[in-house]
T-cell receptor, first 113, second 113 residues
């Protein structure tokens, strides 16, 4: 049971570099989400998608981009990495329906130096 | 704007104690409230989901209550065990916003043998 798979698990970037965080789910969920978690804080929503081809901004979208070309994949792109983007990034998915729980990946720990 | 607050931020108890974690939210227009567990270096695991029409949900030694009118939820853990040590987060699911969750900052629980 793979569930939600995130790669890589860890990454160090230099300021100004770009990278893509990968997220894949094998549960055929339409809803997918990207969150960031800073130390001692809850999760903040970056972007979300309610189906292939549909994405929307969350609370903290600046500095990030997403795409959703398939149901399975929801990559998060960082352009021009900044120290403020040092965080742990979580991807989640859920089934249609208002009372379905979100399923989370194990996260990507990203440091910008 | 919906805000979710969890008190206390950290809690340490001896094994066997019953304990209560608190969560409050500012806007009662929610579909549901969810409690998650997060182990160090891991993603979130859904524990309980309480629909807006429900008052409580139970799973094993866990019981979560919801009082929408006062904007409060509690997570009760009976007969705590060292394996319960983790961070517990609550989150509210907002109406008509693509299944977005707004998270509290979490309560870090340590159960001492």
């Amino acid at each position: 049971n793979a569930g939600v798979t995130q790669t890589p698990k860890f990454r160090i970037l230099k300021i100004g570099q770009s990278m893509t965080l990968q997220c894949a789910q094998d549960m055929n969920h339409n809803y997918m989400y990207w969150y960031r978690q800073d130390p001692g804080m809850g999760l903040k929503l970056i972007y979300y998608s309610v189906g292939a081809g549909i994405t929307d901004k969350g609370e903290v979208p600046n500095g990030y981009n997403v795409s959703r070309s398939t149901t399975e994949d929801f990559p998060l792109r960082l352009e021009l990495a900044a120290p403020s983007q040092t965080s742990v990034y979580f991807c989640a998915s859920k089934e249609d329906g208002t009372n379905q729980p979100q399923h989370f990946g194990d996260g990507t720990r990203l440091s910008i130096l | 704007k919906q805000e979710v607050t969890q008190i206390p931020a950290a809690l340490s108890v001896p094994e066997g104690e019953n304990l209560v974690l608190n969560c409050s939210f500012t806007d009662s227009a929610i579909y549901n409230l969810q409690w998650f567990r997060q182990d160090p270096g891991k993603g979130l695991t859904s524990l309980l989901l309480i629909q807006s029409s429900q008052r409580e949900q139970t799973s094993g030694r866990l019981n979560a209550s919801l009082d929408k009118s006062s904007g409060r939820s509690t997570l009760y853990i009976a007969a705590s065990q060292p394996g319960d040590s983790a961070t517990y987060l609550c989150a509210v699911y907002l109406y008509n916003q693509g299944g977005k969750l707004i998270f509290g900052q979490g309560t870090e629980l340590s159960v001492k043998p």
